[in-house]
């Protein structure tokens, strides 16, 4: 069988990227004729997907990656330091990044089929190159459509959160397109409840994406979500047992492209054995310890750090919370750790807690929720972080920030009951609506009242997260729905093969 090839273009940001590097591993470790090439869009101020691709490069020749390594590579696109991107809605700049973009795709997309094209004509069939069969695009890459079309191949699109939230942006285009209502309104009308097929639960408007109520980027969404669409397939990080309603009805019309369930795709290695942090955990009862951590562009005012400070020492419970330092104002730019807690948390609270409590930056999130000494995780709620947590059997208590994250955590909450509520509807200023959004502190009690409630020992809840857990690995085994999900996607890759 002749060898094909995917080339995958993941949104910019080392969260999509590693997504799309373990969704990669997948392919080809289940097909030997597979080959992946990913096309990584660097973003100005990214500092870590350079150390992630050198880690990536190091450990191949050590780790199960090694047996399939060879089929993947990585071409790192210029960036364009002639052109300025200041907006800082996160929707607005990546989008306008990702067009900016564009002609270097078309010329990596270009040479690799020139080299293709002169090593056929001078190699044996057996060491032809692979055959092109089709783009794997992200949400923000969907203009990428645009440069497979040029050259006659497919698009299938990798998306990285919910079935639950992709069918809600397919709803949210068929209010626009059949019905002329306009998500926009919503902004000022939070009380408005979405039924949505494929969703139990109404979903209020309050927890709708910041992008979906904002003038200026709503239209750009609904583009996005119009070309997945008309995409010839779509892979999904997300299990059968998990959102069961979601892929259902997906599924069973022909108004959508076929859609794929394979999750979750994450990577449970563990990285950083032998740490301080590790070290500490591992003085600490079972179930013991609370983890707030917000992503990587989570960090709060100091007001807000106050109010996170007193809520724990009041709750008594150990605790690991990864504190950051927001960038300025209208930056969109990830936070960085503050050279010392004291900084922005007092003294008095640091000596008060130093038995049960650490204070870090960036956080190994892995290794930490993978410690039997985790009891719970107050979370930003990105959906890579919520399968993690899935995967480790660590109930959630949700404190949304932005972009799908307010609809995640009213997924979790009202829809898994996988999680307790601490907010739903949280935005982080700067996030939602620009400069003149109102700074929202949320206050020690509501924090304290949802770090109880997650440490529960024998909630429901708990019990529920164990259970998912467990059917989250039984996805993935030989026989189980996301492996075979993805088997009928490689089947479908063959079947739509370009003409040569």
């Known amino acids: 069988m002749k060898k094909v090839e995917l080339i995958f273009i993941p949104s910019p940001g080392i969260g999509h990227l590693v ?47 090694s047996n399939i390594s060879a089929r993947i590579s990585f071409v790192i696109l210029p960036h364009d330091h002639n052109n300025t991107l200041a907006d800082s809605n996160p929707g607005l700049f990546l989008n306008q990044f990702a067009e900016i973009q564009k002609p270097h795709v078309r010329e990596a997309v270009a040479a690799k089929l020139i080299h293709s094209r002169d090593k056929s004509s001078a190699d044996h069939e057996s060491d032809s190159p692979p055959r092109l069969a089709g ?13 497979a079309e040029e050259f006659g191949i497919p698009t299938y699109v990798f998306f990285t959160s919910s079935a639950s939230f992709l069918r809600l ?34 979903v209020p408007a309050s927890v709708l994406p910041g992008v979906v109520l904002l003038k200026d980027s709503a239209p750009l969404m609904l583009t996005h979500a119009r070309r997945m669409r008309d995409s010839k397939g779509i892979l999904v990080n997300t299990f059968a047992e998990l959102e069961s309603h979601a892929i259902r009805s997906l599924s069973e019309t022909s108004e959508f492209p076929p859609v794929y369930s394979v999750g979750p ?26 983890f707030l951590c917000f992503g990587s562009m989570g960090g709060f ?20 919370w990864s504190l950051r330092q927001p960038p300025p104002k209208n930056a969109f730019t990830p936070p960085t750790d503050y050279d010392d807690p004291s900084q922005v948390v007092s003294k008095e609270f640091l000596d008060r807690t130093v038995g049960i409590g650490k204070i870090i930056g960036w956080a190994p999130q892995v290794d930490i929720l993978s410690h039997p000494a985790i009891g719970g995780f107050v979370s930003h709620c990105g959906w890579n972080s919520i399968l993690e947590s899935l995967w480790f059997g660590v109930p959630m208590a949700t404190w949304p920030l932005y972009a799908e994250q307010q609809f995640n955590a009213f997924e979790i909450v009202k829809e898994m009951k996988l999680g307790v509520e601490i907010k739903l509807d949280y935005r982080t200023a700067g996030f939602y609506s620009g400069a003149n959004d109102e700074v929202v502190i949320v206050n020690a009690q509501e924090i304290e009242t949802g770090i109880r409630k997650l440490m529960e020992n024998e909630s429901d809840v708990r019990k529920r997260v164990k259970q998912v857990s467990e059917k989250s690995k039984q996805a993935l085994m030989d026989g189980g729905p996301s492996y075979s999900s993805l088997k009928s996607f490689i089947e479908t890759v063959m079947v739509n093969l370009p003409s040569s």
């Not at 373990?22 to 992946?36: F, G, I, N, Y």
């Not at 890459?141 to 440069?147: A, E, Q, S």
């Not at 290695?269 to 079972?286: A, F, N, V, Y």
Request: charged share 25%; net charge negative; aromatic share 6%.
């Open 19 to 65: 997504s799309t590097v373990e969704m990669a591993k997948l392919l080809v470790a289940r097909d030997h004729c597979l080959h992946v090439t990913v096309l990584v869009m660097k973003l100005p101020f990214e500092t870590k997907v350079s150390t992630y691709l050198h880690s990536l490069s190091s450990s191949s020749s050590s780790s199960s990656f």
């Open 135 to 147: 783009f794997v695009i992200d949400i923000f890459c969907t203009t990428m459509k645009d440069v």
């Open 169 to 202: 942006m397919f709803h949210i285009t068929d209010l626009k397109d059949e019905e002329n209502i306009d998500t926009t309104d919503f902004k000022d009308d939070p009380n408005t409840d979405l039924v949505v097929p494929g969703i139990l639960n109404p």
């Open 265 to 290: 795709i994450l990577n449970p290695e563990r990285t950083h054995h032998g740490s301080d942090i590790i070290k500490w955990l591992d003085d600490q009862p079972p179930s013991s310890v609370v």
């Open 301 to 320: 005012s100091e007001e807000q750090v106050t109010e996170i400070a007193i809520a724990l020492e009041n709750s008594g419970v150990r605790f690991i």
